[in-house]
Structure formats: structure tokens, C-alpha cells
């Protein structure tokens, strides 16, 4: 059974830091990729930052220069390493793996990222 284990959300002040993490396990597959996307409320999921097995990245335009994503493919582990967070960086934050296969998405169980003023 495919599990993504995320930690690492909370509660911190407008220019703050934190750092996520996800854990995948049960993956039999190679995987393509992996990454984090975002829902706020009453708005749509979207693309946080995703990193290939190979090591590229990419990012949002809304968070480029402020966060970076990585990966131990050893571990099929990726982090988010989120700094100078901004109030419009709170959401839900769902880990996502897709595999070589059949490019099918996992998903994780989501985080709470809440950013005060």
C-alpha cells in the first residue's frame, strides 16, 4: 500500500520559516517526480515547486526566491524548505509523488501551513 507521510506544517509569523517534509513508502515503481501543490481556501490547487529524480526543479512565480524544494530519492523523501513566508502562503500543503509507470499521482494527507500577520 503507497503511503506519503507529510509533517512539518504550523503556525508562524509573517516573515518566518518552515520546513516540510514527506515521506513516501509501498512505491514499487521509479519515480518521475515529486512535489508540493497548495489550496487555500475557496481557491483552487495549485503547483508549488516540483523536483524530477534527476534533480531539476521548478517553482510558482509566487514563491520562487523564497523556497526551495529537495529530495533523497534513497529515501523517497522530498522537503519544502519555506522561508520569508507571507500571509497569502496559507493553505494546505499535499505532497505528491508520480511515478515512472504509469504516471499515476500519489497524494499525501495535506499539511497546515497558517502564516499570521
Known amino acids: 500500500q503507497v503511503q506519503l507521510v507529510e509533517s512539518g506544517g504550523g503556525l508562524v509569523q509573517s516573515g518566518g520559516s518552515l520546513r516540510l517534509s514527506c515521506a513516501a513508502s509501498g512505491i514499487i515503481f521509479s519515480i518521475k517526480g515529486m512535489g508540493w501543490y497548495r489550496q487555500a481556501p475557496g481557491k483552487q490547487r495549485e503547483l508549488v515547486a516540483v523536483?524530477?529524480?534527476?534533480?531539476?526543479?521548478d517553482y510558482a512565480d509566487s514563491v520562487k526566491g523564497r523556497f526551495t524544494i529537495s529530495r533523497d530519492n534513497a529515501k523517497n523523501t522530498v522537503y519544502l524548505q519555506m522561508n520569508s513566508l507571507k500571509p497569502e502562503d496559507t493553505a494546505v500543503y499535499y505532497c505528491?509523488?508520480?511515478?515512472?509507470?504509469?504516471?499515476?499521482?500519489?497524494w499525501g494527507q495535506g499539511t497546515q501551513v497558517t502564516v499570521s500577520s
Open positions: 523536483i524530477s529524480s534527476g534533480g531539476s526543479t
Open positions: 505528491n509523488v508520480k511515478v515512472n509507470y504509469n504516471l499515476r499521482d500519489y
